[in-house]
């Protein structure tokens, strides 16, 4: 059994968590994400790019940990917009591709230049190694909190 002492050590640790991820992110919409592309949509374009494979909806919504209903909307936003392509698999008729349209996307990569100037920025700054370390972090961070999460969202 825990103790009060703890859970307020618990509770002031994660408010504190809670409090440096809400500033962050209010910098990141403010200021690296401002543009025409909304903040899930840039980040379903990030994702699109930087896979090595063609990607689903499906793996979309698994590798963003969000909802298909989310995903559909912004996916039908971006093709919308010309941002992305769906093709169906040849291999697998069940499977839809997702992919930038190169022609198309200025929008995407208009906003993906001022991010990577911005964190240049940083690392001259707080430095690679460190930067790095924050990353991880991050990056350990999302997988937990996907993980507990995943019920939440297998729902819709």
């Given at each position: 059994?825990?103790?009060?002492?703890?859970?307020?050590?618990?509770?002031?640790?994660?408010?504190?968590?809670?409090?440096?991820?809400?500033?962050?992110?209010?910098?990141?919409?403010?200021?690296?994400?401002?543009?025409?592309?909304?903040?899930?949509?840039?980040?379903?374009?990030?994702?699109?790019?930087?896979?090595?494979?063609?990607?689903?909806?499906?793996?979309?919504?698994?590798?963003?940990?969000?909802?298909?209903?989310?995903?559909?909307?912004?996916?039908?936003?971006?093709?919308?917009?010309?941002?992305?392509?769906?093709?169906?698999?040849?291999?697998?008729?069940?499977?839809?591709?997702?992919?930038?349209?190169?022609d198309g996307a200025d929008a995407y990569y208009d906003m993906n230049g001022k991010a990577l100037a911005y964190t240049e920025a940083v690392v001259e700054n707080i430095g690679t190694d460190r930067l790095m370390r924050i990353k991880d972090a991050f990056?350990?961070?999302?997988?937990?909190?996907?993980?507990?999460?995943?019920?939440?969202?297998?729902?819709?």
């Open positions: 059994m825990r103790s009060n002492e703890y859970d307020k050590e618990l509770n002031d640790i994660v408010g504190s968590v809670l409090n440096t991820w809400v500033r962050f992110e209010g910098v990141m919409r403010t200021t690296m994400m401002s543009g025409s592309l909304t903040h899930r949509e840039f980040a379903v374009c990030n994702m699109i790019e930087n896979s090595t494979e063609p990607v689903t909806a499906t793996e979309l919504c698994e590798k963003l940990a969000m909802h298909k209903s989310q995903m559909n909307r912004t996916l039908s936003e971006l093709e919308k917009m010309g941002i992305i392509t769906r093709e169906r698999s040849v291999e697998d008729k069940r499977k839809v591709y997702i992919r930038l349209n190169k990056s350990e961070v999302s997988d937990a909190l996907s993980v507990v999460t995943k019920p939440e969202r297998e729902k819709e």
